[in-house]
């Protein structure tokens, strides 16, 4: 019991120290690169349409927006995903898309040190050394920052994934079930994973 109680302590600091870490990064960042030449700019735009009530399918309206907003050059002549996707994005949508950028970058931080604490938490009596290792390996992981600094939606699908994974080990199936059905926002990746 007081070793899962040390582990809890060792998490909470770890959010506590890397925190401010994770929000320096966000706001230095966004400021050497433009928002509007990364993945992220297409899920904005996307978010943008709906909120407009435009139809991100239709690759009149979708070149259109983009050459008005100068967003998602290198996308297709329509959204690539499912409806729900750009719904989901509506929300940031509601920012300028340099500041909406911003927030994902954090959000992402944040999502991918949930998911690494989630899973280090099925070792209770792990040493402290092993948090400090774990975060490491995953934030020095090579494709861990172009998924950041480009606004992929990797990070978030980890997260879902970590939720989804503590959930099952719970016996809560049900919840679990329906945490894990999100990755098919991202059917590459979240219908292969569903099958398995």
Do not use: C
């Not at 008005?68 to 719904?87: G, I, M, N």
Request: proline letters at 6%; charged letters at 15%.
């Amino acid at each position: 019991m007081r070793k899962l109680e040390n582990a809890r302590k060792q998490s909470v600091l770890n959010f506590i120290i890397l925190i401010p870490m994770f929000f320096a990064f966000s706001i230095l960042f966004p400021q050497s690169g433009d928002a509007k030449a990364t993945d992220f700019a297409s899920y904005w735009q996307a978010g943008h349409m709906i909120l407009n009530g435009q139809n991100v399918y239709d690759s009149t309206e979708w070149i259109a927006v983009r050459d008005a907003e100068q967003t998602a050059y290198h996308s297709e002549k329509t959204f690539q995903y499912p409806l729900p996707f750009a719904v989901f994005f509506a929300l940031l949508a509601l920012f300028p898309i340099q500041f909406a950028y911003l927030l994902w970058t954090f959000l992402a931080q944040i999502g991918i040190l949930v998911s690494v604490n989630l899973l280090l938490s099925f070792y209770p009596e792990r040493p402290r050394y092993l948090d400090l290792l774990a975060i490491a390996g995953v934030f020095l992981f090579r494709p861990t920052f172009p998924a950041i600094s480009n606004g992929q939606i990797v990070p978030f699908l980890l997260f879902l994934l970590s939720v989804s994974i503590r959930l099952f080990h719970d016996e809560r199936w049900l919840s679990g079930g329906l945490v894990m059905s999100a990755l098919s926002l991202k059917p590459s990746i979240g219908i292969p994973i569903l099958v398995l």
